[in-house]
Structures are given as C-alpha cells and as structure tokens.
C-alpha cells in the first residue's frame, strides 16, 4: 500500500495576474448588483405585473408527438 499523498501540481500567479483576476470578479458582482438593481426598479415600477392572457383554441390538425399528452402504455 502507498503511504504517500498524491502529488498536486499548483502553480502560483504573480501578482499582477491575482490583481487582474480580483479586478474582473470586482467588475462581475458589480455588473451583477447593477443588474439586479434594474430588475428591482422594474418590479417595482410594475413591467413585470400584468396579468397573463391564456388562449386555449380548438385544432383540428392532431397533435404532433411532443404534444401529444395521451398516456402511453406501450412501454408496459
């Protein structure tokens, strides 16, 4: 049995390489916090409450196979 632990391989980053990757994460959660905060003004504004119109129309073509919901015994 091996008693040694399994070697990793991790490479460091110079540091202007971390301050690039910190940079982009910063400029993410902010462009994600300006997001979100769009979203909340418009919620709150109201484009996202009005009501949903459903229209159930009688067909006369058949159902095609992803819309036919009739159950399937065929795998019985």
């Keep these: 049995m091996n008693s040694k632990p399994p070697q990793t ?12 990757i910190e940079g982009a994460i910063a400029e993410a959660i902010e462009a994600a916090h300006l997001l979100l905060s769009s979203l909340e003004n418009q919620v709150k504004l109201g484009f996202f409450t009005a ?9 006369d073509e058949p159902p ?7 159950f399937s015994t065929d795998w019985l």
């Design 51 to 59: 009501p949903a119109e459903t229209k159930i129309v009688r067909s």
């Design 9 to 20: 391989h991790l490479k460091t980053l110079s540091p202007s390489a971390e301050e690039d």
């Design 64 to 70: 095609s196979p992803l819309e036919d919901d009739r």
